[in-house]
Nanobody, 118 residues
């Protein structure tokens, strides 16, 4: 399996943009048949899927977050990024990147905590 690692600031001011990076090791983000997702786990709530970017750079976002979400990539660095704009405190969560194959997430990063203070 590919190894994934999330990184980014742990504290984001309300109304600002949340930006995270996911670096993949041992597998290319351009490999056909795979999708690269961002998900999050708010405290006390369930896991929420944010969106994905495919091997050709195609993207798809959760309808509830689409207006605020941009997922992009840097193929030279084998990285994907998440930008979530205008964040409210409710965006506080552990954010994960994961690889999808055959509709299953088969590889996960360890997650990174992002706090949006009230």
């Amino acid at each position: 399996q590919v190894q994934l690692q999330e990184s980014g600031p742990g504290l984001v001011k309300p109304s600002q943009a949340l930006s995270l990076t996911c670096t993949a090791f041992g597998g290319s983000i351009t490999t056909d048949g795979y999708y690269w997702s961002w998900l999050r786990h708010p405290p006390g709530k369930g896991l929420e899927w944010i969106g994905y970017i495919g091997s050709r750079g195609n993207t798809y976002y959760s309808p509830s977050l689409k207006s605020r979400t941009v997922i992009s990539r840097d193929t030279s660095k084998n990285q994907l990024t998440l930008r979530l704009s205008s964040v409210p405190p409710e965006d506080t969560a552990v954010y994960y990147c994961a690889r999808e194959h055959d509709f299953n997430h088969d590889s996960w990063g360890q997650g990174t905590q992002v706090t949006v203070p009230t």
